[in-house]
């Protein structure tokens, strides 16, 4: 089936005592038991909640896998999944990755002895020179944050596949209703739900899913015993943000390509960031592993005086921290999202202090442009 009739169907039988069509919210921390023989289907919410597992079916089936895990954040299924990997064992994780993710594996995993080696993943030969005899992983996003850079998915999955390293991919920024890195060769898959999935800025959720029987059953123990669970409020959330996807999706991906023309247009922006513009180095690549460039997209302004005042100035769009939602969000990646991230580390990066990076709701998009051309002009 289609992923939009997948959106609407996955994860949602009716519901047995009345016949909602809405999946009910099992406020529930345990369950009784028939028997001292046999205990039910659930038995204790940690392992197992009907309303997080209506959820967690239906991001499985949207994202072609087998199984899904739900975390209380994004970071929680992030960090959850680097359990599967031992002290002593060695990462390779692209050089922009999301801020929380480079400070939980320079702060935390290696404190506890995983190790990490930043590459510009853009180009696999990177990747390849990188790999050590510890070496157990791959750490992909594609597009990546704030620079939508474009990492080729395929060709990073062979590579890993032929030297037996496990390939992880956040795939925050697309969601499956854009890119499934699973049908692309890649072995996990992790969402932060809180952004687009959930997608209207109530949430904090998250997700690792596999397709491999056996990587599952290794999540589902680390879930479980580790613990960092999705509660069953937000799951419910969750799962009603997730039956709108496609229009929210498509909608601010329209408004997203009409503002980064635009933008591109302007006498005060430097450069613009998205995978959408044929003129962004990785247009190519993505347009052959995802079927759109998606609602975020990064600017650079000519200074940092007018950076300021925008960011100051905005009233339609809100400056804030995240993306995703159905409002339009203009963050500040050098103050928050890669503030984690040492002021040198930044710069390497080319994360400038006059970069600001737009996620595009579901306004009209002529006006977010007037309010964007009200403060870009004098
Ligand atoms: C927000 C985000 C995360 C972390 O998710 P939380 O739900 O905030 O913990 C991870 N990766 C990307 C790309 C994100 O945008």
Redesign the pocket.
């Known amino acids: 089936m289609d992923i939009a009739t997948r959106l609407i169907h996955t994860g949602a039988t009716v519901e047995p005592v009345a016949g909602a069509l809405s999946v009910p919210l099992y406020h529930a921390s345990t369950y009784a038991q028939p028997s001292v023989d046999s205990f039910g289907r659930w038995d204790y919410a940690r392992s197992g909640n009907p309303t997080r597992h209506a959820l967690e079916e239906a991001i499985a089936g949207l994202e072609g896998g087998n199984v899904a895990c739900a975390f209380g954040?994004?970071?929680?299924a992030?960090s959850s999944t680097l359990l599967l990997f031992k002290p002593g064992d060695h990462l390779i994780v692209c050089d922009d990755v999301?801020g929380?993710?480079f400070r939980v594996l320079t702060r935390l995993f290696s404190q506890w002895g995983l190790s990490v080696t930043f590459v510009d993943a853009t180009c696999t030969a990177n990747i390849a020179a990188a790999i050590l005899p510890t070496t157990k992983g791959l750490f992909l996003?594609s597009p990546s944050?704030p620079l939508l850079k474009i990492i080729d998915l395929r060709a990073a999955a062979e590579l890993a596949r032929e030297r037996g390293l496990l390939t992880i991919v956040?795939n925050?920024?697309m969601t499956p209703y854009f890119q499934r890195p699973l049908e692309l060769g890649c072995d996990i898959v992790?969402e932060?739900?809180?952004?687009f999935l959930n997608g209207h800025s109530d949430v904090?959720?998250?997700f690792a899913v596999t397709a491999d029987p056996e990587l599952g059953e290794r999540l589902r123990f680390v879930q479980n015993a580790f613990g960092a669970v999705l509660g069953p409020h937000d799951s419910w959330l969750t799962l009603r943000g997730l039956r709108t996807l496609k229009v929210r999706m498509e909608a601010s991906q329209q408004g997203a390509v009409a503002i980064a023309n635009w933008l591109a247009g302007h006498p005060r922006v430097k450069h613009v960031w998205y995978p959408g513009l044929p003129s962004h180095p990785g247009h190519e690549i993505h347009r052959s592993q995802a079927s759109g460039p998606g609602a975020v997209l990064s600017f650079e302004l000519d200074s940092f005086e007018l950076t300021k005042r925008l960011l100051e100035g905005v009233k339609l769009m809100a400056f804030a921290v995240?993306?995703g939602g159905v409002e339009s969000i203009l963050s500040y990646p050098a103050r928050m999202?890669h503030a984690a991230m040492p002021p040198e580390e930044r710069a390497l990066r080319g994360i400038s202090d006059s970069l600001v990076r737009l996620s595009v709701g579901l306004e009209s998009p002529d006006d977010l442009i007037e309010e964007l051309d009200r403060l870009l002009l004098g």
């Open positions: 954040s994004g970071m929680a992030t999301y929380g993710t996003e944050n956040d925050t920024f992790i932060s739900g809180t952004k904090i959720c998250g995240s993306l999202s």
